[in-house]
């Protein structure tokens, strides 16, 4: 096991911590997970990306400067961490590729941008480790979204079953996004999966996620109100098209229903979970119709969604022509595909490999995504 390893961070939308693994890589197509683990944020750091990633307002560096610095200092403790678990001396880790924490991704903006936090020199320096990170920034420059980057990965690992079939790779984090695996594969940000879902029950239950949808399960879905969220022009746009936190949100959802409190709390954590469905339901529908495709084939499903049984039988009962499993199936674990697929970006990097598919993104080329941030002396 001595080709090439090296470390993948992912800190997601959901904001709930950091994955971290350690991926030998034997090229571009081939890897082996070597090791993974979990840290969760402390909540008060949970707090401030939250507070920062849902504001209504532009976001000024004063605003995340200090932030920038804690995370950093978490995410180089993270990978420490790992390296201690797995008995690994960090001389051995070629670069540590690092998604940072988004908190504003404003890819329609003049100019367009996305800001992922916790500084890739500060790691670097604290771990004797070569980082690479800013990954969207590249594809923003030339006309792409800068998301999701998860389908080039999807493509490298994951292959189509029988060409008649659609499979789907859906990522069910903060945000949900799919891909349609194939020679040109198809991929975009559906909507929210789990970060309505988590802030809702954070409001009422002062839980940070529900287990399995369980608390979903006892709700009744109000028409009226998946209705109105339904009519979110989001949802019509073509694609290419990303979308994150500081748009799907809480203040979001009250301005989409003024009457929100006279609703039962369950009630809407069940409709905000129909929404969930309907939303990756309608992007599945927008690529088949797309490329006249049968509306049969497998969904592979991966992120921390995969967890809630509840919102799996719900997508099992929209989407019957298709066989819904985990990523597990194709050999990759359904927790750590993203923090592997950044690990993957980084070894891109390393070998001069384009990493961003215009096909998904709308970027004008293929480009090598990220930056590196050398440790110094």
């Given at each position: 096991?001595?080709?090439?390893?090296?470390?993948?961070?992912?800190?997601?939308?959901s904001?709930?911590?950091?994955?971290?693994?350690?991926v030998?890589?034997?090229?571009?197509?081939?890897?082996?997970?070597?090791?993974?683990?979990?840290?969760?944020?402390?909540?008060?750091?949970?707090?401030?990306?939250?507070?920062?990633?849902q504001?209504?307002?532009?976001?000024?560096?004063?605003?995340?400067?200090?932030?920038?610095?804690?995370?950093?200092?978490?995410?180089?403790?993270?990978?420490?961490?790992?390296?201690?678990?797995?008995?690994?001396?960090?001389?051995s880790?070629?670069?540590?590729?690092?998604?940072?924490?988004?908190?504003?991704?404003?890819?329609?903006?003049?100019?367009?941008?996305?800001?992922?936090?916790?500084?890739?020199?500060?790691?670097?320096?604290?771990?004797?480790?070569?980082?690479?990170?800013?990954?969207?920034?590249?594809?923003?420059e030339?006309?792409?979204?800068?998301?999701?980057?998860?389908?080039?990965?999807?493509?490298?690992?994951?292959?189509?079953?029988?060409?008649?079939?659609?499979?789907?790779?859906?990522?069910?984090?903060?945000?949900?996004?799919?891909?349609?695996?194939?020679?040109?594969?198809?991929?975009?940000?559906?909507?929210?999966?789990?970060?309505?879902?988590?802030?809702?029950?954070?409001?009422?239950?002062?839980?940070?996620?529900?287990?399995?949808?369980?608390?979903?399960?006892?709700?009744?879905?109000?028409?009226?109100?998946?209705?109105?969220?339904?009519?979110?022009?989001?949802?019509?746009?073509?694609?290419?098209?990303?979308?994150?936190?500081?748009?799907?949100n809480?203040?979001?959802?009250?301005s989409?229903?003024?009457?929100?409190?006279?609703?039962k709390?369950?009630?809407?954590?069940?409709?905000?979970?129909?929404?969930?469905?309907?939303?990756?339901?309608?992007?599945?529908?927008?690529?088949?119709?797309?490329?006249?495709?049968?509306?049969?084939?497998?969904?592979?499903?991966?992120?921390?969604?995969?967890?809630?049984?509840?919102?799996?039988?719900?997508?099992?009962?929209?989407?019957?022509?298709?066989?819904?499993?985990?990523?597990?199936?194709?050999?990759?674990?359904?927790?750590?595909?993203?923090?592997?697929?950044?690990?993957?970006?980084?070894?891109?990097y390393?070998?001069?490999?384009?990493?961003?598919?215009?096909?998904?993104?709308?970027?004008?080329?293929?480009?090598?995504?990220?930056?590196?941030?050398?440790?110094?002396?």
């Amino acid at each position: 096991m001595t080709d090439e390893l090296i470390i993948g961070l992912m800190s997601g939308t959901s904001a709930d911590g950091i994955d971290a693994v350690v991926v030998n890589f034997k090229s571009g197509n081939s890897l082996e997970l070597v090791g993974s683990s979990f840290t969760a944020y402390p909540k008060t750091i949970q707090q401030r990306i939250n507070t920062l990633g849902q504001s209504q307002q532009k976001v000024k560096p004063s605003d995340f400067l200090e932030l920038d610095k804690e995370l950093a200092n978490l995410y180089a403790n993270a990978c420490l961490q790992l390296l201690h678990q797995e008995k690994l001396d960090k001389r051995s880790i070629r670069a540590i590729a690092n998604h940072g924490q988004t908190i504003e991704h404003e890819p329609n903006a003049s100019p367009p941008y996305s800001l992922q936090i916790g500084s890739g020199q500060i790691i670097a320096d604290l771990t004797g480790i070569e980082v690479i990170s800013q990954f969207r920034q590249a594809d923003l420059e030339h006309g792409g979204q800068g998301a999701p980057l998860m389908p080039a990965f999807h493509k490298a690992m994951f292959k189509p079953g029988d060409s008649s079939s659609s499979d789907f790779i859906v990522n069910l984090g903060g945000i949900a996004n799919i891909s349609l695996l194939g020679e040109t594969v198809i991929g975009f940000d559906t909507g929210p999966a789990n970060t309505l879902l988590n802030q809702w029950i954070q409001l009422h239950q002062g839980k940070d996620y529900d287990d399995a949808g369980r608390w979903a399960k006892t709700g009744i879905v109000q028409s009226e109100v998946l209705a109105e969220l339904m009519a979110d022009p989001y949802l019509s746009l073509p694609f290419p098209k990303s979308t994150g936190p500081d748009y799907f949100n809480l203040a979001w959802l009250e301005s989409k229903i003024v009457n929100l409190g006279e609703y039962k709390p369950e009630d809407v954590q069940a409709t905000l979970q129909a929404f969930t469905v309907e939303s990756i339901a309608i992007g599945i529908h927008q690529v088949l119709e797309s490329r006249k495709k049968l509306h049969t084939g497998a969904i592979y499903i991966c992120g921390g969604g995969a967890h809630n049984t509840s919102l799996l039988a719900d997508l099992r009962h929209r989407l019957t022509g298709f066989d819904i499993q985990l990523t597990d199936s194709l050999g990759i674990p359904a927790d750590w595909v993203e923090s592997i697929g950044f690990a993957w970006l980084g070894y891109c990097y390393l070998h001069d490999i384009e990493s961003n598919l215009p096909s998904v993104t709308g970027a004008n080329r293929e480009l090598v995504l990220g930056k590196s941030y050398l440790p110094n002396a």
